[in-house]
Nanobody, 115 residues
């Protein structure tokens, strides 16, 4: 059974930092390209950051220089370090793992940026 379980969301202050993680099980994690998506109320889900099985990263323009995605294949985890938080980063953040044949989603974790 495949599971992607996010953790670490919560309340952050503008200018502050939060870290969210995703623990994967039931897949050969090192084969998967991993991504973090987010969905704010009334908006479409968007890809925030991704990291390939080979470790190449990509970011949406709005988070470049502030967010960092990383993976630990030994621990089957992918992490999103979020710095210099802005209120517009408020959303439910979802972990995704995909290959050319399959795609799996976590249940999401709420990130709220507010003073």
């Amino acid at each position: 059974q495949v599971q992607l379980v996010e953790s670490g969301g919560g309340l952050g202050q503008p200018g502050g930092s939060l870290r969210i993680s995703c623990a994967a099980s039931g897949i050969i994690f090192s084969f998967y390209n991993m991504g973090w998506y987010r969905q704010a109320p009334g908006k479409q889900r968007e890809l925030v950051a991704s990291i390939t099985s080979g470790g190449y990263t990509n970011y949406v323009d709005s988070v470049k220089g502030r967010f960092t995605i990383s993976r630990d294949n030994a621990k089957n985890t992918v992490t999103l370090q979020m710095n210099s938080l802005k209120p517009e980063d408020t959303a439910v953040y979802y972990c995704n793992g995909r290959t050319t044949l399959t795609s799996y989603w976590g249940q999401g974790t709420q990130v709220t940026v507010s003073s």
